[in-house]
Nanobody, 124 residues
Framework: QVQLVESGGGSVQAGGSLRLSCAVS????????IAWFRQAPEKEREGVGA????????SVASSVEGRFTISRDNAKNIVYLQMNSLKPEDTGMYYC?????????????????WGQGTQVTVSS
């Protein structure tokens, strides 16, 4: 079992920044990726970025590259999503997820564990 707890969401104006946290606990052998996804109203959930545990490497989606970064605090086992230069289209519910991924980290269906989500609202 893996437990994920997100925090750090809120409301900001366009151009602002937020840092989301995903506290991870449980069995590390159950996942090789911790990923961030977001979902806007009436839209599909999309991958934003991910941390690959086995190589300690990160990836971000091209749609947020240059504005969002992923990092991890090893001691606390927290994966962060730093979001800068936020835009209204970044508004949505942000989730972290854990899974054993063998293909693309962006596939929602491949993640077994999900957090409850944290809301991000960016106003213009």
């Amino acid at each position: 079992q893996v437990q994920l707890v997100e925090s750090g969401g809120g409301s900001v104006q366009a151009g602002g920044s937020l840092r989301l946290s995903c506290a991870v606990s449980g069995d590390t052998w159950e996942y090789n990726f911790i990923a961030w996804f977001r979902q806007a109203p009436e839209k599909e959930r999309e991958g934003v970025g991910a941390y690959y545990r086995l190589a300690s490497s990160v990836s971000v989606a091209s749609s947020v590259e240059g504005r969002f970064t992923i990092s991890r605090d090893n001691a606390k086992n927290i994966v962060y999503l730093q979001m800068n230069s936020l835009k209204p289209e970044d508004t949505g519910m942000y989730y972290c997820a854990a899974g054993w991924i063998v293909d693309s980290w962006k596939q929602v269906r491949d993640y077994k564990y999900w957090g409850q989500g944290t809301q991000v609202t960016v106003s213009s």
